[in-house]
C-alpha cells in the first residue's frame, strides 16, 4: 500500500487513476467519487475530444472534481497510484489489452479491471502462456490483480456461492442473465461480437468455436473448483431467433429476417449430464422467443440449485433512470471500485473471487 493518506473515517485513503470514460467507466469515477476511502489522481482517455476535459463532466455528474483527462499513460502511471480502475474493453484486442495490464503492474500499481474476462478464473480455461505474463508481472511489482465485474462476476461467483452454502445437496447449479440489451448503446458488442442485425448464417466473433468457452468457461471452473467436483468437460451450445420485422434499439437497427435474439449455455459436464450451467437469454425485444426463460423484473440475473432444497433466487436490476442496462453497468463499476481497498491489501498476484474478503460498499450508507 502506497498512501498513508486516511479517509474521514480513519481508514486509508488509496488515490486511484480511473483508465477509460466510456459506458462502465463514467460509472466508475462516480463510484470512485462515492467512497471516502478513495481519491481520484487520474483519468485516461483514448478519444482526444476528451483530453483536456474534467472528470466528473466526462462522468456526467454535472459538476467538476479537479481533475482532467489526459491520453498520456506513463504521466499518470508516474503518479504512483495505488490502484487503476482499468474498464477499457479488452476482449476485442487481447495482445494490447493483456501489454496493458503489464504495464500498469510492472509500474507498481494495483489493478481492477473488468477484462479480458478469462481472468477473472483462468484456470483450466486457458493455456498459462496467457495466464503467466499478467501474474509474473503482478509479482514482480509486488501488486495484485482483479479481473471480475457482475458477469462474468458478482452474479456468478458471489451469488451461487453464497446460496450453495444453504444447499444439502446440488445435482446442478444454473446462472443466468435474463436481459432486452435494446437500450444497451454499444454497436461493437451487439453487432460485431454478439452478431445481432446480421444474418443468422453468418456465426459471429462470439460464437466461433471455444469463444464462448474462453470467455465464461471461467465461470464454470471456478463454481466447479470452490464445490470441489472434478469436470470431465466443458460444452457450448447456442441457438438464435431472427426478427420478425425491422425495428431499431439504441445502437441501430435490426433487419427482419436478422439475428434479434440469442440464448446460449457454457455447461460443466460430469458424468454425462450438465451440472455447472452459464446461461445468457439476450433478447431486443420482449415479445421475442416467448418460450425462452424470461426475467423478473425488467431484466435479471438469476441463480437455480436443483437440488435439496431447490432455489431460485432472482437479482433484479433497474437504474435511476428506469433503465436495467443502466444498472448492469453500474453493477460491473461498482464491483471493480469497491474492491479497491481489498485487492490493494492483497498478497501479491493473480487474484478471483476466492481469494477475496467479502466485498462491500463500506462508506456508502447514507
Not at 160 to 168: H, I, N, Y
Not at 293 to 301: F, I, K, V
Amino acid at each position: 500500500m502506497r498512501s498513508e493518506r486516511r479517509s474521514r473515517t480513519g481508514t486509508p485513503r488509496y488515490r486511484v487513476v480511473e483508465w477509460s470514460t466510456g459506458n462502465v467507466g463514467r460509472h466508475a469515477i462516480a463510484g470512485i467519487d462515492a467512497r471516502p476511502d478513495l481519491e481520484l489522481v487520474g483519468v485516461w482517455v483514448s478519444n482526444p475530444a476528451k483530453v483536456g476535459r474534467d472528470a466528473g463532466q466526462l462522468a456526467g455528474l454535472g459538476r467538476d472534481l479537479g481533475v482532467v483527462a489526459t491520453d498520456d499513460a506513463e504521466a499518470l502511471l508516474d503518479l504512483e497510484p495505488d490502484a487503476v480502475v482499468h474498464t477499457a474493453m479488452a476482449d476485442h484486442r487481447l495482445p494490447d489489452a493483456l501489454a496493458d495490464l503489464r504495464r500498469m503492474l510492472g509500474s507498481g500499481a494495483n489493478v481492477v479491471s473488468s477484462g479480458p474476462v478469462f481472468l477473472q478464473y483462468p484456470y483450466g480455461v486457458v493455456d498459462d502462456a496467457l495466464i503467466a505474463p499478467v501474474r509474473d508481472a503482478a509479482l514482480d511489482g509486488g501488486v495484485s490483480l482483479f479481473v471480475n465485474g457482475v458477469d462474468p462476476g458478482f452474479a456468478n461467483d458471489v451469488l451461487p456461492l453464497a446460496l450453495s452454502g444453504v444447499c444439502e445437496r446440488i445435482d446442478e447449479l444454473r446462472c443466468s442473465e435474463v436481459l432486452n440489451y435494446a437500450t444497451y448503446d454499444q454497436p461493437m458488442v451487439l453487432f460485431d461480437i454478439m452478431g445481432f442485425g446480421h444474418s443468422l448464417d453468418e456465426v459471429p466473433m462470439l460464437l466461433q468455436p471455444g469463444v464462448l468457452t474462453m470467455a465464461w468457461g471461467s465461470v464454470v471452473r471456478q463454481l466447479a473448483a470452490e464445490l470441489e467436483v472434478e469436470l470431465d468437460a466443458v460444452e457450448e451450445h447456442y441457438e438464435r431467433v431472427a426478427a420478425p420485422e425491422r425495428f431499431t434499439v439504441a445502437a441501430g437497427t435490426i433487419e427482419a429476417g436478422t439475428a434479434a435474439g440469442l440464448r446460449f449455455e457454457v455447461r460443466g459436464v460430469r458424468d454425462g449430464r450438465p451440472i455447472v450451467v452459464l446461461e445468457h437469454v439476450t433478447r431486443l425485444r420482449d415479445d421475442l422467443a416467448p418460450d425462452w426463460p424470461q426475467p423478473a423484473g425488467a431484466g435479471c440475473y438469476r441463480v437455480q440449485v436443483t437440488g435439496e432444497p431447490t432455489y431460485t433466487l432472482d437479482l433484479q436490476l433497474l437504474g435511476s433512470d428506469g433503465d436495467h442496462n443502466t444498472a448492469g453497468l453500474k453493477a460491473t463499476a461498482m464491483r471493480l471500485v469497491n474492491a479497491v481497498p481489498a485487492v490493494v491489501e492483497a498478497p501479491a498476484g493473480l487474484l478471483t473471487a476466492l481469494d477475496l474478503p467479502p466485498v462491500t460498499g463500506r462508506g456508502l450508507l447514507g
